[in-house]
């Protein structure tokens, strides 16, 4: 009852290292209070697209150059490479450079253009003064890591730059830019909006924007709030919120790569009822991690309502016995996954339609539940106000397999495009980071799987007739597929056609109807 075909052992994947990198947390006075400048990723990005996030880039080897041929500038700080990192960031991403006098101002275009085109000229003009770093003032607050299923991980250092008032414009720079729209938040307005579902966020901004609101109600203001975090910088684990009441453990798996992990979300508002869905945990580390989370929610004044399963794969299913020392809770799955388990008399079946409410302090937060078969059968989703707790229907980490021996082509497509159809503000996927373009994912998905579609019946047509040729002929775009795995999706998609009538096999081999 797993992924892979027969013969096919799973492949290990490394966790990514964490590359070194910088955020510019930019603020400037308005009546009322102070704000701070965040920028929306497009969605073409491969990492983060559609997020709100503040401006910033992964240390280069021209930061480390300019640190080690200039050692006079910035002589004072201990971190001036992450520090030139910033400043070359803030020129390229939004037009922006210390004056010399201890403020920002806006640089020339083409300055910046020349920046633009190569990194490199970020140092030459700095040696010729066009640009300087002179009376520049900046506090580390906080430092995060990207938590390790995502595509591409950073150990950044976020710096706060205050611009006074009015402060500066920024502005969008020539040719392709990692934003399409700049926007002034006050930190607690930045939460509340997350919290409304109106935008999203990346998990390490979350409770980033949360440090900065609980400080600024200590210290009276956004500056004096910074003072205090750049003198005892938040650091280590933190939540990881991938939307309203909506948190995530990442459990250490055995899943198909380039996955490392499997994401356990726990449902529910702080202080109230809580489900923990998929909780994978087999080994030291992965039992760990829910064991401090299981503990949290208690501390919180939460408790466990149920453990619900999406699906009855092994990388989603983890030791029972063993969580059942961690906590005790009624499993709620379908009944293909409750007959993959063992017994308890507490368990319930979760079928199409049904729905559960998890009161919380704010209220009852609802949850509906629908099938999705075509991956596994009994998958189910979670639809509810903050997105769809999605199973492995898509991932942006790799891809999906539909097995040939249990899966089901023609429902997991279908099932993709009911999921694009209910329009949820996000994805919560089995694997890797959260989906906040949700229609644009499952709509790519949906095609690649009708033009893969496409591609096998193509291949029968031109006389291909066993498996390896055809898998051969459909897979041709994909050299680097593993032949058993080409070989096995192949075949789902034949079984497919030869339901809908495209294709027959009587046993010598397969024919186009």
Same mark, same amino acid.
């Given at each position: 009852m797993g992924e892979l075909p027969e013969g096919m052992e799973m492949p290990k994947s490394e966790i990514t290292t964490p590359r070194s990198s910088a955020s510019v947390i930019l603020s400037r006075e308005r009546d009322g209070g102070h704000e701070i400048l965040l920028g929306h990723r497009v969605s073409e990005l491969p990492a983060f697209p559609d997020v709100w996030s503040f401006p910033g880039g992964a240390i280069s080897r021209v930061d480390r150059g300019a640190a080690e041929s200039h050692p006079e500038w910035l002589r004072e700080r201990d971190d001036r490479v992450s520090v030139f990192a910033l400043l070359r960031e803030m020129v390229e991403e939004l037009g922006v450079a210390p004056d010399g006098l201890g403020g920002l101002t806006e640089v020339v275009e083409d300055i910046r253009a020349e920046v633009c085109a190569d990194k490199t000229n970020w140092l030459r003009l700095m040696e010729s003064r066009n640009l300087t770093c002179e009376g520049f003032h900046c506090e580390m607050i906080t430092e995060r890591i990207t938590p390790p299923q995502a595509p591409a991980r950073f150990h950044n250092l976020f710096f706060h730059v205050p611009t006074g008032d009015p402060g500066v414009t920024p502005t969008f720079p020539p040719g392709r830019s990692e934003f399409d729209e700049f926007r002034w938040w006050r930190p607690a307005d930045l939460i509340d909006s997350w919290e409304a579902n109106e935008i999203r966020l990346p998990p390490p901004l979350v409770t980033l924007a949360r440090d900065l609101v609980e400080a600024i109600e200590r210290e009276g203001d956004l500056q004096s709030a910074c003072d205090a975090l750049a003198a005892n910088p938040p650091s280590g684990p933190h939540r990881f919120e991938y939307g309203p009441g909506v948190e995530c453990v990442l459990i250490p798996t055995d899943t198909l790569p380039p996955a490392t992990h499997t994401n356990c979300f726990i449902l529910g508002e702080r202080g109230g009822e809580r489900v923990i869905v998929d909780p994978a945990a087999k080994d030291e580390e992965g039992l760990e991690e829910l064991s401090l989370k299981v503990q949290e929610i208690?501390?919180? $004044? /939460?408790?466990?309502?149920?453990?619900?399963?999406?699906? %009855?794969?092994? #990388?989603?299913?983890g030791d029972l016995q063993q969580i059942s020392e961690i906590y005790q809770a009624p499993i709620w799955a379908s009944s293909e996954t409750l007959a993959a388990i063992p017994p308890c008399d507490s368990d319930q079946v979760l079928r199409e339609g049904d729905s559960f409410v998890l009161d919380g302090p704010s209220g009852g937060i609802l949850w509906d539940v629908i099938e999705s078969p075509g991956h596994c059968p009994g998958q189910i989703c979670l639809v509810g106000e903050a997105g769809v707790v999605s199973g492995d229907n898509c991932t942006l980490v790799g891809t999906i397999l539909v097995p040939s021996g249990e899966g089901d082509m023609g429902a997991y497509i279908s099932g993709l495009e009911r999921i694009r159809d209910l329009r949820p503000k996000v994805l919560f996927p089995g694997h890797g980071p959260l989906v906040a373009n949700p229609k644009r994912v499952l709509t790519e998905y949906i095609e690649h %799987?009708? !033009? %893969?579609?496409?591609?096998?019946? +193509?291949?029968? %047509?031109? $006389?291909? /007739? #066993?498996?390896?040729?055809?898998? /051969? !002929?459909?897979? @041709? #775009? @994909?050299? $680097?597929?593993?032949?058993?795995?080409?070989? #096995?999706?192949?075949?789902?998609?034949?079984? +497919?056609?030869?339901?809908? $009538?495209?294709? +027959?096999?009587?046993g010598s081999g397969y024919t186009a109807a």
């Open positions: 208690y501390d919180d $004044g /939460s408790s466990i309502t149920a453990t619900i399963f999406t699906h %009855r794969h092994p #990388d989603h299913i %799987r009708k !033009a %893969r579609h496409q591609k096998v019946l +193509e291949a029968v %047509r031109t $006389g291909n /007739s #066993d498996i390896p040729s055809i898998a /051969s !002929a459909a897979y @041709s #775009d @994909s050299p $680097g597929a593993h032949p058993l795995l080409a070989q #096995d999706q192949a075949l789902s998609h034949l079984k +497919e056609l030869q339901r809908t $009538g495209d294709v +027959e096999n009587d």
